[in-house]
Antibody, heavy 119, light 110 residues
Framework: EVQLLESGGGLVQPGGSLRLSCAASGFTFSSFGMTWVRKPPEKGLEWVSSITARDDSTFYADSVKGRFTISRDSSKDTLHLQMNSLRADDTAIYYC????????????WGQGTLVTVSS | QSVLTQPPSVSAAPGQKVTISCSGSSSNIVNNYVSWYQQLPGTAPKLLIYENNKRPSGVPDRFSGSKSGTSATLGITGLQTGDEADYYCGTWDGSLSAGVFGGGTKLTVL
């Protein structure tokens, strides 16, 4: 059974940083692309970032480019999202998902971790 | 404003059929697979359809997907009250080099 467990969310002041982690199990982590998706309050889903399996290529939404960094540690089956220069509009539930949206879709999702950016 | 356009809401009676459209462009839907997600209140999204029209194991055949040109459609037959949720389409946009979602459609089963 695929399991994805996010951690690292919390309350942070504008301009601050957070590092989200997603512990994966139940599949060969190194063989799959991985994705972060967020859902701001009262808004729809927003694709944030993806990392491929083949060569660790990374992709970002314009809204987070230059501030967020996605990475993976295949020795620990863990996905990370380093978030810097956080803004109020980054407030959202952040989900990690197995897969790439334009390929076979996002097949499995974690339960999400809440990030609140507020002073 | 989302790159992919969905109707904000649809509704139908139990047992009836509903379709949800997802309109895009040549840089996204035309040249990439479309997937559909269901998000029930307070839960994580769930994959309903991948590669335009395939259902993951465990998803009932009441759910179907199709794609034609710059649009995709999710169909749900035999509506149940438990289908009340937000539904999102998603794909890759080659011009943006980014994933994109539709704005979401709230399904109400009257």
């Amino acid at each position: 059974e695929v399991q994805l467990l996010e951690s690292g969310g919390g309350l942070v002041q504008p301009g601050g940083s957070l590092r989200l982690s997603c512990a994966a199990s139940g599949f060969t982590f190194s063989s799959f692309g991985m994705t972060w998706v967020r859902k701001p309050p009262e808004k729809g889903l927003e694709w944030v970032s993806s990392i491929t399996a083949r060569d660790d290529s990374t992709f970002y939404a314009d809204s987070v480019k230059g501030r967020f960094t996605i990475s993976r540690d295949s020795s620990k089956d863990t996905l990370h999202l380093q978030m810097n220069s956080l803004r109020a509009d980054d407030t959202a539930i952040y989900y990690c998902a197995k897969g790439l949206i334009g390929a076979a879709g996002l097949a499995d999702w974690g339960q999400g971790t809440l990030v609140t950016v507020s002073s | 404003q989302s790159v992919l356009t969905q109707p904000p809401s649809v509704s139908a009676a139990p047992g009836q059929k509903v379709t949800i459209s997802c309109s895009g462009s040549s840089s996204n839907i035309v040249n990439n697979y479309v997937s559909w997600y269901q998000q029930l209140p307070g839960t994580a999204p769930k994959l309903l359809i991948y590669e335009n029209n395939k259902r993951p194991s465990g998803v009932p055949d009441r759910f179907s997907g199709s794609k034609s040109g710059t649009s995709a459609t999710l169909g749900i037959t035999g509506l149940q009250t438990g289908d009340e949720a937000d539904y999102y389409c998603g794909t890759w946009d080659g011009s943006l080099s980014a994933g994109v979602f539709g704005g979401g459609t709230k399904l109400t089963v009257l």
